[in-house]
T-cell receptor, first 115, second 115 residues
């Protein structure tokens, strides 16, 4: 099973709200990723977790706060977002963080709209 | 540094005719290359992957790609297009940066299938 699940599917939030996106995989993968994808653009990497530790932060604003509570779960906490943060947020996982040739498996994404 | 160029932003073919989506890459070492497909409002699905084994790679749904080192190309083909193939296609090169895997995406090719 190569499934990555994400909840919620859709999220509408105001600029003062606090919300969280959730990602889960049960493939035993030890690397997990958050991407942001704007319409008609490729995904942009936000964060990488390797063995539950944050290994890459691509200069993402602090209003996005990732968390990896265990090897199967990845959260993205959102606070004081701006309308330009509206996008599709994709989670992915891969088996071995230390190799550059691994397949990343993507979830279906959370479509976020910030009003 | 690694990079990917998808030579066509939009390809339109008739149902039952061949599909060719072109991708050129740049990499300072032997690359891992992927093709992903994204249907509207969905996540990314892996079509196929090249990691220095056979140069002709077969993927899902009848797609295949040929790695040509001399031409630095990894074009995606399918002998006969189906209406369900209409989607966005991303060519991706993978590398290990700061101890973590990073994917470099092309800008995408939108494939339209005419009845």
């Amino acid at each position: 099973d190569t499934e990555v699940t994400q909840t919620p599917k859709h999220l509408v939030m105001g600029m003062t709200n606090k919300k969280s996106l959730k990602c889960e995989q049960h493939m035993g993968h030890r690397a997990m990723y958050w991407y942001k994808q704007k319409a008609k653009k490729p995904p942009e990497l936000m964060f990488v977790y390797s063995y539950e530790k944050l290994s890459i932060n691509e200069s993402v604003p602090s209003r996005f706060s990732p968390e990896c509570p265990n090897s199967s779960l990845l959260n993205l906490h959102l606070h004081a977002l701006q309308p330009e943060d509206s996008a599709l947020y994709l989670c992915a996982s891969s088996q071995d963080p230390g190799r550059g040739r691994e397949t990343q498996y993507f979830g279906p994404g959370t479509r976020l709209l910030v009003l | 540094a690694q990079s990917v160029t998808q030579l066509d932003s939009h390809v339109s073919v008739s149902e039952g005719t061949p599909v060719l989506l072109r991708c050129n890459y740049s990499s300072s070492y032997s690359p891992s290359l992927f093709w992903y497909v994204q249907h509207p409002n969905k996540g990314l699905q892996l079509l196929l992957k090249y990691t220095s084994a056979a140069t002709l790679v077969k993927g899902i749904n009848g797609f295949e790609a040929e790695f040509k080192k001399s031409e630095t190309s990894f074009h995606l083909t399918k002998p006969s297009a189906h209406m369900s193939d209409a989607a966005e296609y991303f060519c991706v090169v993978s590398g290990l940066i700061q101890g973590a895997q990073k994917l470099v995406f092309g800008q995408g090719t939108r494939l339209t299938i005419n009845p």
